[in-house]
């Protein structure tokens, strides 16, 4: 598919100028694509001087339902004075219309620098906010949005196998190694119980959190999830193992201030580490017809990356064997 073929070729400046107007904002013609690819988001020029964001959702992959759950977790946070950034409610206090074929969103802009996450104190803080945002997930369920599982990750290998991405004479070591990793992980997941799903951010890694005024803020709640609380912690921690476990400590303490952190869900740190890999190469794959893909992804689907993505997955077997992190010193 070329990039004239694409749904998303018909965003041009003019049509997203035009669609924003026609939800009643003035705009200047200051137009800037940013750096998204699942969907399409741009940053809007208002003729006031400020600046909204224009969100176009990938075709086909959410339904109006689970954007309104979307929206509406995020209004729910933010009522009680969490730092997010909900939609514009638009007319008829709707929070996403139909252009073109296109769900589209509006949003405040937000503007911030990357938590330093090397400073522990940042950290005590982060996990506060993230305790918050899980208490008020805990209090409802999506009904329509996606629960975490394992056999997302295995449908994502199957697609892989299946749509021939594994260069033949990777095939074997590959079905070989995920079949292992599904049953390491199905055991432990057996032994620890499962977990208890609530709504979660669920893609709570540094490039969605933006800090400012000495606070967190979270954005981009489009992989809002039911899933287990340590999944929107787990990817706050990076480095060795001392270091992760230096990080791990303050993360709890301050989550802890204002929910109960459990303990018990530190052993699926490293099974939703692999589900991630597994499925972020899917991702990659289902996505390549997206002209937008190939060309941000030079290094996908090459002899060296599936090479490089199958020792990856062998440490984690190592990964999986080895003790969980612990909240002592």
């Not at 449908?155 to 070591?173: K, M």
Request: proline content about 5%.
């Amino acid at each position: 598919m070329t990039l004239s073929e694409h749904p998303f070729a018909a965003l041009t400046p003019d049509r997203v100028l035009t669609a924003v107007e026609s939800l009643g904002f003035e705009t200047d013609a200051r137009f800037f694509a940013l750096n998204s690819y699942e969907n399409r988001v741009y940053q809007i020029g208002l003729l006031d001087g400020t600046n909204l964001i224009a969100k176009f959702y990938r075709p086909g992959r959410w339904d109006a339902r689970q954007i309104d759950e979307e929206h509406i977790f995020t209004q729910e946070l933010f009522d009680l004075e969490l730092p997010v950034v909900p939609p514009i409610k638009l007319t008829n206090s709707e929070t996403h219309v139909e252009v073109n074929g296109f769900a589209l969103a509006l949003f405040p802009q937000l503007t911030g620098r990357t938590p330093e996450l090397d400073d522990l104190d940042s950290l005590f803080t982060m996990g506060r906010f993230v305790a918050r945002i899980h208490a008020v997930g805990a209090r409802n369920s999506f009904d329509y949005r996606q629960h975490m599982a394992l056999e997302t990750a295995i449908d994502s290998s199957r697609h892989l196998l299946e749509n021939d991405f594994l260069p033949p004479d990777l095939i074997t070591a590959y079905e070989t190694l995920v079949r292992d990793l599904f049953d390491r992980m199905s055991d432990q997941l057996a032994s620890a119980g499962g977990w208890r799903p609530l709504r979660i951010h669920g893609d709570c890694h540094l490039g969605n959190v933006l800090w400012r005024n000495g606070i967190p803020h979270f954005v981009d709640f489009d992989d809002t999830v039911m899933g287990p609380a340590i999944q929107d912690l787990w990817m706050l921690l990076s480095g060795d193992r001392d270091q992760r476990q230096a990080q791990l400590l303050e993360l709890a303490e301050g989550y802890s201030e204002f929910n109960d952190f459990r303990v018990c869900e530190l052993s699926l740190i490293e099974i939703l580490r692999t589900m991630r890999l597994i499925n972020f190469s899917a991702w990659l794959a289902r996505r390549w017809n997206d002209p937008a893909f190939p060309l941000a992804f030079p290094w996908f689907n090459t002899q060296r990356y599936w090479a490089e993505h199958i020792l990856e997955l062998r440490e984690q077997i190592v990964a999986l064997d080895e003790p969980t992190l612990k909240l002592v010193q």
